[in-house]
């Protein structure tokens, strides 16, 4: 697990501000995919990408926007701010060998105030 | 799209008796079911999964069943011990986003008592 980091661990914004956070894996694997954790929700993809340049919107995308320009480079932008984004916030790989079994980062905890 | 109902979602459990979590999945074509445990403030790790082909599998004290004509599936831990104490999550693919992503239970809370 130690393949996957995410950075921030811990971060507090402000409404309106821009904020990235960024997941770095060296597996070389070829998905990645962004998840928001919330209390109540379990865990809701954000976006997902099957490849460098490749990506998707999963099930809660508005208010956020990806990018994959290296394979071990995810990093995913809140280009607003807003309260409902506090949350926590875990990037995950997949292997296209192993098909589904996904690895998580230890996480980044957003706060917006 | 997939849809994934995850029961009870809380669970209290003496140590050293059975645990049992149950999950239902919509998407029929669904082929791979795992399972994440969470502990507090950490990420969710893998601890077993299934695929469709077989009906159950079993890892130590932690065993899935699976029943696809009814489309659910389960988690087993026996003989549990404290440190079983966490947040499990289950998960299937398919759906509207494809065969590639999960959409997740919304978790077991297990405490183990002592």
């Known amino acids: 697990d130690a393949g996957i980091t995410q950075s921030p661990r811990y971060k507090i914004t402000e409404t309106g501000r821009q904020v990235t956070l960024m997941c770095h894996q060296t597996?070389?694997?070829?998905?990645m995919f962004w998840y928001r954790q919330d209390l109540g929700h379990g865990l809701r993809l954000i976006y997902y990408?099957?490849?460098?340049?490749?990506?998707d919107k999963g099930e809660v995308p508005d208010g956020y926007v990806v990018s994959r320009s290296k394979t071990e480079n995810f990093p995913l932008t809140l280009e607003s701010a807003t309260r409902s984004q506090t949350s926590v916030y875990f990037c995950?790989?997949?292997?296209?060998?192993?098909?589904?079994?996904?690895?998580f980062g230890p996480g980044t905890r957003l706060t917006v105030l | 799209g997939e849809n994934v109902e995850q029961h009870p979602s809380t669970l209290s459990v003496q140590e050293g008796d059975s645990a049992v979590i149950k999950c239902t999945y919509s998407?029929?074509?669904?082929?791979?079911f795992p399972w994440y445990k969470q502990e507090l403030g950490k990420r969710p790790q893998l601890i077993i999964d299934?695929?469709?082909?077989?009906g159950e599998k079993k890892d130590q004290r932690i065993a899935v069943t699976l029943n696809k004509t009814a489309k659910h599936f389960s988690l087993h831990i026996t003989e549990t011990q404290p440190e079983d104490s966490a947040v499990y999550f289950c998960?299937?693919?398919?759906?509207?986003?494809?065969?590639?992503?999960?959409?997740f239970g919304t978790g077991t809370r297990l405490t183990i008592i002592p």
């Open positions: 995950a790989s997949m292997s296209e060998v192993v098909y589904n079994e996904q690895f």
């Open positions: 597996w070389s694997h070829s998905y």
């Open positions: 990408s099957a490849a460098a340049d490749i990506t």
């Open positions: 998407d029929s074509a669904s082929n791979y």
């Open positions: 299934i695929r469709s082909n077989v």
């Open positions: 998960a299937a693919p398919g759906g509207s986003f494809g065969n590639e992503k999960l959409t």
